[in-house]
């Protein structure tokens, strides 16, 4: 499904990668499982402070909790900055586009 | 009976040296946040104050089919602009995505000193990491998350790695996900 979604991206741009690039784009894997014990006071914490994630392509399975917080990208100062809720759907999946692909994409 | 916290250093020692965490933490019958885990007001998300994206799951699905350039499309516009999009109909079992939460359930279950044994430093191997918060000896406020971490890039490296726990149904994740699903487990 990554390989999917990547090669689509790429694709959108003209160009098709190599294989050898392809793998050294996705061929690192990382696999973290996030644990949010219930909080008694979850309004003066956080479970994830505001990040990047650095990787290629980061793929999300929420619970049904929710908690995901987008910020939207603004020119004006980070104090006024919006943050959209990513809402969990149920059998969803969120895709995140990382940094890697982010610093790649353009250049590919 | 509940530990008594008196100091800050004997927090830190139960919830990262000796491998507790946030879950042993609350297990432990707190009543409040201890001071060393409420943030400054400008980390803070105010859930109120935000809305909730009404974009639609994208459905990947129709990548096989005549809509496949609309599909795409939205992709790319996604990915574009806000970087962030859902996906739905991903050919990932649902039932298999079920036995990750599981998995990641009966993981986080274990007594302390059996998940202690994978913390940074003594874990058997450098692609295994569990912890707490992100960098609890950096950090000046903590964050309300334990987590266990492990890279790979062959199922091999996985298999001979990776905790008991974590291993299940391994297959799924160079199949049908191929890279870096984080799974994201809350129990508020």
Known sequence: MVREIVEALIGKLGVSLKDSKMEGLLGMKMVNMNYYPACPNPEVTVGVGRHSDMGAITVLLQDGIGGLYVKVDQQNDADKAEWLEIPPIPGALVINIGDTLQVWYPRI | ???????????????????????????????????????????????????????????????NGAER???????????????????????????LLESLKDAAHAFFSLPAEKKAVY??????????????????????????????????STEEEALQDWPDQCKYDFSFYSSSLFVSPLINISNI
Not at chain 2, 75 to 93: C, M, T
């Open chain 2, 1 to 63: 009976m509940a530990p008594s916290f008196n100091s800050s250093n004997s927090l830190y020692d139960f919830v990262v040296r000796d491998g507790n965490g946030v879950k042993g933490l609350v297990e432990s019958g707190i009543s409040e946040v201890p001071e060393r885990y409420i943030q400054p007001p400008r980390e803070r998300i105010n859930g109120h104050d935000s809305r909730a994206c009404d974009a639609p799951a994208i459905d990947l699905s129709k990548m």
């Open chain 2, 69 to 95: 350039e609309k599909v795409v499309g939205e992709i790319a516009r996604a990915a574009e602009s806000l970087g962030f999009f859902q996906v739905v109909n991903h050919g990932v079992p649902l039932q």
């Open chain 2, 119 to 152: 913390c940074s430093g003594v874990s058997p191997s450098p692609r295994v990491k569990y912890g707490t918060s992100f960098v609890p000896e950096k950090e000046k406020a903590l964050e309300w998350k334990d987590y266990i971490s492990m890279t790979f």
